[in-house]
């Protein structure tokens, strides 16, 4: 600042100095080629102080840009994770209780495979990415459990899966449990049980 106001005050004293002869009523001399080129370098160097006020004053009154927006959160997933801590408890007493029953009948494994069919012509079709375990059959019923990569998939496609023919014609009745938030997605697993275990007891 302290340079731009010398220039200034360097264009103002070449103004004066240019008309004093005039104004005291001296007569006009000739100048030198040596003085000559001095003012036209005070002069260049007057224009640039001026140039350089008007870009300072430009900017002062500018207006402060304005802060950058904050990022939006993420949304927050609405199927991914466990929607109670019981989810797997549940699951899990069931598979025991399935497990403990014995060995199933052969009929079992070409009902639950119906289901199988069922579940990969769905993922096919919705262009769901799901990763269905084989499913194991014991005397009180079946279960297979179905990986979600994205939590948010499972309600739709249960609710498809729960129309489809090969669950449907299951004899016994069926469970489902609440998505269980795991490492590799959100996963779902299906029980079908016996037709004389239909209540899951």
Request: hydrophobic letters at 40%; aromatic letters at 6%.
């Amino acid at each position: 600042m302290i340079v731009v106001t010398a220039l200034v005050g360097l264009g103002a004293s070449i103004g004066f100095f240019a008309r004093g002869s005039v104004v005291s009523g001296t007569p006009p001399r000739e100048d030198s080629p040596a003085a000559t080129n001095n003012q036209r370098e005070l002069a260049k160097l007057a224009v640039a102080a001026s140039a350089v006020r008007r870009s300072l004053d430009q900017q002062a009154n500018e207006p402060p840009p304005e802060p950058a927006a904050a990022p939006a959160p993420a949304p927050a997933p609405t199927g991914g994770p466990d929607r109670s801590p019981a989810a797997r408890a549940e699951r899990d007493g069931h598979l025991e209780k399935l497990k403990a029953s014995g060995a199933a009948p052969p009929e079992f494994a070409t009902g639950a495979r119906a289901v199988e069919t069922d579940v990969r012509a769905l993922a096919r079709s919705g262009h769901v990415a799901v990763d269905a375990t084989a499913w194991s059959c014991y005397k009180a019923g079946c279960f297979s459990t179905t990986t979600f990569k994205d939590g948010n998939d499972v309600d739709e496609f249960a609710a498809k899966l729960s129309q489809e023919k090969g669950l449907r014609a299951w004899p016994g009745g069926s469970f489902r449990s609440g998505p269980i938030a795991t490492a590799s997605g959100t996963e779902i697993t299906w029980v079908l049980f016996a037709p004389d275990e239909s209540d899951g007891k």
